[in-house]
């Protein structure tokens, strides 16, 4: 695992070998991080990456530029591990915390302008994340959800979802969150 562009290019990620983690494949990550090159300004975004395991993609957002992301993953040792790799990157921007996603999820508190999620492909209700991300409170208004799954699940009748990528057996489903309550909407006629 490396990281593929920014501040950090080529800085390889060594996770410990009994890590319960199944990492994005640096191939699905660099067409991923294309296709966010033309959708966000790194240097003004900020990042939740749910189910963290390594850091990985939490690596490549503040290599390039992104000023705070907080990874989240239930693992004592993925927290652990992501913290002692930022630290030695000297990468401050990045945070882990060891948390239950779904509890977060229900406390709503953090916000940011994107939010990753990586969940365990075996997860039981994954159908239902993108919904319950949506309606949390944590992604910011016209901010965007990126969801990585297998080929099982498809999102394209979720009012949210805007567009799909695949990457061999990676997929990443991208949805866009909604406006401001009382924003006013200007019809284009």
């Known amino acids: 695992m490396r990281i593929i562009s920014g501040d950090?290019?080529?800085?390889?990620?060594n996770p410990p070998a009994n890590l319960p983690v199944r990492?994005?494949?640096?191939?699905a990550k660099e067409g991923l991080f294309n296709v966010l090159n033309n959708l966000i300004d790194f240097t003004e975004t900020t990042v939740l990456d749910l189910f963290s395991g390594t850091g990985n993609i939490a690596f490549e957002f503040a290599s390039r530029g992104v000023p705070s992301v907080l990874a989240i993953d239930i693992e004592r040792r993925c927290v652990?591990?992501?913290?002692?790799?930022?630290e030695k990157f000297g990468m401050k921007e990045v945070r882990a915390i060891r948390m239950n996603v779904l509890v977060l999820l229900k406390i709503g508190k953090?916000?940011?302008d994107l939010?990753?999620?990586?969940?365990?492909f075996g997860m039981d209700g994954i159908d239902k994340l993108p919904d319950l991300i949506l309606s949390s409170g944590i992604l910011k208004p016209h901010g965007l959800l990126i969801l990585e799954h297998s080929e099982k699940y498809r999102f394209t009748d979720n009012p949210s979802f805007d567009q799909l990528r695949e990457y061999g057996k990676v997929h990443f489903s991208i949805f866009r969150g909604t406006r401001d309550e009382g924003e006013v909407q200007y019809s284009s006629s």
């Not at 652990?80 to 930022?86: G, H, Q």
Request: overall charge negative; aromatic content about 12%; charged content about 35%.
């Open 115 to 120: 939010v990753f999620a990586d969940p365990p």
């Open 80 to 86: 652990d591990f992501i913290n002692e790799t930022a």
């Open 8 to 13: 950090h290019r080529g800085r390889k990620i």
């Open 23 to 27: 990492p994005t494949t640096d191939y």
């Open 110 to 112: 953090e916000r940011a």
